[in-house]
């Protein structure tokens, strides 16, 4: 009978047959050794039986990367994506297949290694990319001790034996054809195999957040400092500066032109390099613009009040107008470190939905809702006020913005996060894209429970690290009422 087996298990092997075998593993080929050995009479075979054997020969599988894994892999490096390999394959074989994807394997390191580092696991992380003949659990270790690190961890895998360092994640990510047990461990599927759908995601998911700190930053500053402009108000006006009603129809006209960010265009630089939330950011920024919207308010008061000498009808009008119209355009010098318009463009719809709600703003005093929203037609000397001052308001962020840049300071690493008991505990991808098999349709060869302790297979499975850097821009806003 033939037995496929390990070197180990028989009796003599030909030199030729090693020099063979050590060329087809340099040159990233799997292999399987053949060999047998005559049991006469024997009605049933063992593990115990495998031993004295004579080898025959050995079998030669192809099986070479995607065409596209090397591009797709170097687009994650240009996102500041560290890549490492986890398989349970030859390190030989490993080393050649990542050489042949660009990815510079140096030591190869295996489970045994693994092992020996002991607490110096991190170091061996940090200067290794490939790991060879590692077990489950030594997946799951290498996730873990990597995001011990302060690192975000994402952990692609497909297999059985993948599933414990699924869970151990930040991310865990399967395909749709993988096992049961990998697809119910991930946090999401990929319908096709392919490297650039991560990258795609990783992209789209910056400049979601990039657009999402945009109004953040907005809201947050602009309340801190309208709290300044409405306190400072009550001091010295017999009246409120504006209506609960006026309020929410600013507030509401407000965050109508704020609905078009997810539209806006993201700076390169945004999107090139991983970024976190980062509250001690938001809160200097809060504090450092909020006040400069103040400034603006306060003039508005001063030439309502000793240039028209308004009423209470007028001064809330006036107000308003400003208000509204300085918050909504300043979007336009806070959405980006560069200089705006010149040297980075906002999208058509973000531009219209500023310039819409400020005109809609400007003429409502003139129309028949005027009356009822408490309004009153304004002089045309106010408009051409109002202009200066969100001329001298916009010129004056901008210069706060480049001092802000350089004397921020960001944390040397943010800190680690906390997970609450039960993160993650009902994480199942699968059932969103395709029906688990009942135990009845299951395979007759298909356990039920997996075994977690055997030792990795062929698999390969991917950990993605995002390194850290500091939270992107800060953006000035002066926002809501």
Known sequence: MAQICGFQRCTAIPAAARTALEAEFAAGHRVIAVAARPMP??????????????????????????????QALQRLARLGITVKILTGDNPVVAAKVCADLGLPPGQVATGADIDKAGDQLGDLLARTTVFARVSPEHKAQIVRTQRAAGTDVAFLGDGVNDAVALHAADVGISVDSATDVAKDAADVLLLEKDLDVLADGVVGGRRIFANTIKYVLMGTSSNFGNMFSAAG???????????????????????????????????????????????GFIRKFMIFFGPISSIFDFATFGIMLWVFHAGPALFRTGWFVESLATQTLVIFVIRTRRVPFFRSRPSVPMLLAALSVVTIGALLPFTPLAHVLGFRPLPGLFFVALAGIVVCYLVLIEIGKYWFYRLYRPPAAPAPRHRTHGYRVRRRAARFTARTLRPAQRPANTPETPDFSAPSSGRWSIVAVESRVPQSQPRASKGNT
């Not at 006026?246 to 609905?259: A, E, F």
């Open 233 to 279: 108000a009550s001091i010295f006006l017999p009246f409120l500066p504006m209506t609960a009603s006026q309020i929410l129809l600013n507030n509401l006209l407000y965050d109508t032109s704020q609905l078009a960010i997810p539209t806006d265009e993201v700076d390169p630089e945004l999107v090139a390099q991983p970024t976190r939330w980062d509250i």
């Open 41 to 70: 009479g024997a009605s049933s075979i063992t593990t115990a039986d495998e031993h004295d054997l004579a080898f025959r020969g050995i079998l030669v599988f192809l099986d070479p990367p995607k065409p596209d894994a090397r």
